[in-house]
């Protein structure tokens, strides 16, 4: 390349490496490569040389073009880059901005206590099912063998809806008229759990006038209170999720069962807290019994054929115990701060096949 | 219940320590409720003698004793006025816990002399506030010996919770029989019970039972005149029995009726005879009798109870209390024992209505052992010749022991196939016959007869039972009770299943989920369209629950106004649960049917992003279709109309329905009815009925979905500014659009309402973004021109629109 081309080169590299901005860039090009640019000049004035030169010349210049040409695309290549990171930089936004909102609510603990009750028993086979809140006193009472002088009968445990003395509806006082209404609607042999609200005349710090519970019913021609135990046992330590969580059963009363037991499980309150698991100490959770042949006639089945047992507990006490949820009237304050607090969230499914995500 | 350990060793011969016999009655159905056993806190304080008492050298006050422990002689430095040489105190040995204090004792030097110990005062024992000095015990008190022991409180009080088919339990001789038939040692005889004291003459009164036709009332009285007693205070060991349990002390003769009530569980008692008009008449009392009653109380009886008089007077409840007039003091000289039996259900509720809980009522309304009544008065004819002198006359006895003896064919196979575990059949026999029963073979099983104290076992599951809690409940196996098939059946019927999604989609809307009582104020079910008479309570437990809920909105509103007045001023509440509509649903009388029910209250969520406002009525329908998706209820097919119950507001306010079925409400609440719940604004809620939902028909395909038909071609957006009147409905235009090519119009939404500049007053704007999906072609120019000319007649035609210029 002759001095004069080697001169060109050097003066446009620097003009485009000198070039700050695109359009700098481009007034660059057009003075080298544009239709008058030097380069393109120079190409034209190419028929003007000496033939035995031409063809070197002629490289040469391309050479040049070349050069040129690319230190170009270099140059655009990097200031594209510069701007485009002085734009990313201007788009920076507060990501520390709370986002939109989008408030998630909350599932009431005794509802997610009746979808624990009725995950693990349905693996046992229970099926739920359901009856009416009022109730007439041959399925809430004379049914279950609770005749009409029991104590349980009298106006101070027992709402009674207006009417006619001796035929007033009553508000059911525990689940268990539901028994009744499967034992006369669904030949056996049957499981049936049912969870529901109950009403008794009772207002303290310890009652509520109406509170749930989960009856049981399993009735068929061989079952006996090794299987109450069995059954009771496994629902307890999955339900309270301590493994070898003690659980005892002791003769009791009811006038629906015979023989009858209340059920206990272990706990320790050591240094004042309450705490689920071996330790020592009992505590009462449900009551449960063989079904009482009586019943069973009343339901129009023959005792001497079908048996089975029974089961009762208050859906509040064993969530209470469960979440530690100190006071039960509390439950049905609906107070927001509560209500988050000891809620579940929307997709806390309970299962039993999944660990918990908590 | 409550017992004292020595006491029931009276009736059980036993080893067994305080511990194994509660764990004992707890396994046989006697829930052990609590046990006080002072000797606990006095388990170091022994007996000692104080062989010197000097003054000590440093200090006036105090003085330096050497005591002897019986074990040690030991040197004790103390304050008490009373120390002296020779007497016998009570030793408090260092490192001993002091329960009147709460301190431990150490080892110490009381100014510069070495002091081991403490002799104390009942203060510091903890038995009473005397603090003057330490105890003086008699000086033959044997030396070291525990003090509890002396002091007569070494004898733990057991209070078991009775179940109420136990009444032969209401006595601790029932409580050592249970006991004795688990193993826990030997039934001892009863000194002198079942045996008769001669009488010396004619009783000068006599009974007769005048009770009509209710002879079953009091069908047995025995009694016995007894003259010449003096009353005076009981022995101490009778005194300290019946303190321990918790009845006081009064004198001789009443401390032996509660002495034998709680000892055999038969209550008596025992009138002055002197304060009695002639002969003692058992009759039904009259409307307005009072009678003023040992507790200082007067109470009216009815022709439902029985009474015990004379001729002129009621003088008693029978089975429940005595009258104050007729009792005995200290100046009672000639006296008349009652022993009778009362029937079970007229004692509980002539108990009830007079509101009185005696001991003699609590075991009446059990039952009382039929055949206690002539051996109750025999008894208490010899304790109070024991005790108070005079002389007993004949017997008297009205009436029969009525019938108790009943046979149960017993099968002791039914005790492996009910309870769970195999019992022999000797061990059956052994047991019951521990308890009383008698037991004989009958055919191939079993013939038992239960004793007259156990009018709860009424057939053989009850024997079953009697031979499962002796034999241990924990000796049963635990069986595996596993599904009846390998996968279980759906646990959760349709309707509940839905419930539980309904459920968690309200909450993943935001609510939070709130239970509230199936009953409310009447004044508030009036509101909300019940409040019926047949839905009242006749016995509320106060007058704000007095009523089935015919809605749960009310309980929402109060408890969103509770919420707000306490500082929550922003928030969303929903319930799922009962309400009672009769009429509404033929599901049974009451009109029980399920509501889904949500109130959101106050402004949204102040944000950067976005202006905050009072939520409304469009709030609760976006809640409400929320919760007819979430029960699969075909959403795009409900028609919303604007006549919502009155309990919303009439312009702010709409019902969703499927053809004519109402499936949910919803809207701003009638300013009406926010002033009546004491609450305001903004409020907007809706009600949803999941019964209402039709269950969608079983496909022919079954699960299978249908083919996914997926057009080929550019879906192209057009936008439509149509001015309408102001009261046509966005509804009525988007069904105009919808309805103008319902091949090629896949979707209409409204995305801007305007009002103002360009538009005439009584006129809106709304903006329309139609979707046109071509299946066949790609669209043409032509072919949009002609969509859009046809969108606009539609809506022209429908509503009167315009295309805003």
Redesign the interface.
Known sequence: MSDELTALRDELESAVLAADSLDALEDVRVRALGRRGAVTELMKSLGRAAPGERRERGQALNRLKQAVGDAIDARKAALAEVELERRLAEERIDITLPVRPAPEGSLHPISQTIDEITQIFGEMGFRWAEGPDIEDDWHNFTALNIPPEHPARQEMDTFYLAGEAGARPVLRTHTSPVQIRTMLETPPPLRVIVPGRTYRSDHDATHSPMFHQVEGLAIDRAIHMGHLKGCLIAFCRAFFGVADLPVRFRPSHFPFTEPSAEVDIGCTREGGQLRIGAGGDWLEILGSGMVHPKVIANCGLDPEEWQGFAFGMGIERIAMLKYGIPDLRTMYDSDLRWLRHYGFRPLDIPDLIAEAAE | MKFTFSWLKDHLDTEATLDEVCEAL????L?VDGVEDRARDLKSFTVARVLSAEPHPQADRLRVCQVDTGAEEVQVVCGAPNARTGMMGVFAPSGSWIPGTGLTLKKTAIRGVESNGMLLSERELGVSDEHEGIVELPGDTPLGAPYARVAGLDDPVIEIGL????SDCAGIRGIARDLAARGLGALKGVPGWGESVPGAFESPVAVRLELGDRPEACPLFAGRYIRGVSNGPSPKWVQDRLSAVGLRPISALVDITNYFTMDMGRPLHVFDADRLEGDVVVRMGRDGEEIAALDGRSYTADPEMVLICDEAKGNAFGGIIGGEATGCTEETVNVFVESALFDP?RT??TG?RLGVLSDARYRFERGVDPTSAVAGMEAATRMILDFCGGEASLPVVAGDVPEWRRRYRFRPERV??????AVPAARCVEILRALGFEAGDEDGGLSVAPPPWRPDIL????L??EV??VHG??H??????????VL??????R??SRA?VL?????????????????MPARWAALFGGGE??????????SD?DC?RPSILP??LD?AR??AD?G?TA????EV??V?RPGAAA??P?G?LQAACGVRWGE??R????RSRPVDALDAKADALAALRALAAPVDKLRVSADAPAWFHPGRSGALRLGAVALAHFGELHPRVLQALDASGPMAAFEAFPDAVPVPRAKAGGKLRPALARSAFQPVERDFAFVVAEEVEAGSVLRAVLGADRKLIADAAVFDVYRGKGIEPGAKSLAVAVTLQPQDATLTDADLEAASARIVAAVAKATGAVLRG
């Open positions: 707890t396994m046989l159905g829930e179940t109420p088919n136990r259900l509980a509720a009830r492996g196939s009910l309870g769970g575990v057939g053989e599951a009850d079953v039972e499962l809690r409940f924990e049963i196996p635990v069986a595996d009770f596993p599904a009846p098939t279980p059946a759906p646990a959760l019927t309707a509940a539980a459920r968690r989609a309200l909450a993943a809307h935001g609510m939070a989920e709130a239970v509230t009582f199936s009953f008479a047949a839905l009242r309570l006749d016995n509320p437990i106060s629950l089935m309980n929402l408890a509770r919420n306490g929550r928030g969303a509440l929903f649960g009962p009672f599901i049974e009451y029980q949204t969520v944000h950067w992003s976005e």
